[in-house]
């Protein structure tokens, strides 16, 4: 295999996730290229550096610049907040390296066409972390919904819950507190929960029209870590919409950080004329399928266990039987950009496919402030 050197930008709990999907692919997939931890970067030296040796990068850098000069990296990974994956980005795409960027693409449509823009004049390869879309289930339920199994498609309506913000004593900003921080991640629970959501369901079943949602903010004000001072707080704690996809299939979403007792619960069930699906992160490597075709006397949901190696990437795993877990959708995600990339192909979600998401999130905020029907502009 050839090598390809990674600098990965962000060492939080997407750098980890990151770095052990780069170390972990070659082990389990035949790839056209060897990732290599080649260097990692953030802003506290200290840190950074106990990160590298823990991890097993060769080197540690507190300026990603030097990342994006380095001729001895030819993938750059952006896993820092949202603030910086524009500047980030387009420089590395400038500077013709490789560019993956975690979620959302950027902090406002502006930020993301520009990344969009500088990739593809530069024609270097890029994704996006929406890693969901490699949960096997999900991939299986893209494979049926494909395949036509569900027939015409009616509804669509998915969930990501969480409770970590509910006290009103946690304050803004800051390192591991930069999501309650609107100048930093851009918006709430839209861009940082839905996008997954929204990304999800465009892959499964298309394009997004329009939309008309409501946000709240709970708590109006809380202090700021780097300031001291009390501020307000102008993210969405919460967000529900309604929203018309380009099939005619009517669809709800819901994400907040206010579900007391909820840590993480992304769902999302699809109804077509024949067949439904439903789908929980919670219990990740299953598939609920419910087939109206079956004989009448047996028809039920059905609890499909993926695990077996005709079932999508499971045959890199263990036997029939034994599950995985949520680390190996990032795994499958650097195995397929690899593979895509030493293939000539394109590996979706690429930032054109994320600008897709971003544009519905941007209609969503348009449209809790308008009370409106919000057209979602298409990439």
Known sequence: MKKLNIGMIGYGFMGRTHSNAFHQAPNFFSLPYKPVLKTICARNAEKVKAFADQWGYESAETDWRKLVDSKDIDLIDIASPNDTHAEVAIAAAKAGKMVMCEKPLGRNPAESEAMVKAVEDSGVA??????????????????????????????????????????????????????????V???????????????????????????????????????????????????????????????????????????????????????GENASI????????????????????????????????????MKQWWVPGLQIGYEHTFIHQAADFLTAVGEGRIAAPTFRDALKTDYVTDAVLTSAKSRQWEKAKTA
């Open 126 to 183: 890029n994704m996006v972390w929406y890693n969901y879309r490699r949960v096997p289930a999900v991939t299986l339920a893209k494979q049926l919904i494909d395949e036509g199994r569900l027939g015409r498609v009616f509804h669509y309506r998915t969930v990501f819950l969480q409770d970590w913000t509910i006290s009103a004593d946690l304050p803004q900003g800051g390192a591991g507190l930069w999501r309650l921080d609107a100048s």
């Open 185 to 271: 991640s851009g918006s709430g629970v839209t861009g940082d929960l839905l996008a997954h959501n929204i990304d999800t369901a465009m892959w499964l079943n298309g394009q997004i029209n329009e939309v008309t949602a409501m946000t709240e903010t709970f708590v109006k004000s809380r202090k700021h870590n780097l300031t001291g001072k009390e501020e307000p707080v102008n993210i969405d704690d919460a967000s529900l919409f309604l929203a018309r996809f380009s099939n005619g299939s009517l669809a709800s979403f819901e994400a907040t950080r206010y579900a007391r007792g909820h840590k993480a619960l992304y769902t999302f069930e699809i109804n």
């Open 278 to 313: 439903k789908w929980d992160l919670h219990d990740l490597h299953r598939l609920e399928y419910f087939d109206h075709r079956d004989e009448g006397r047996l028809r039920g949901w059905k609890s499909i266990h993926i695990t077996d190696s005709d079932h999508p990437y």
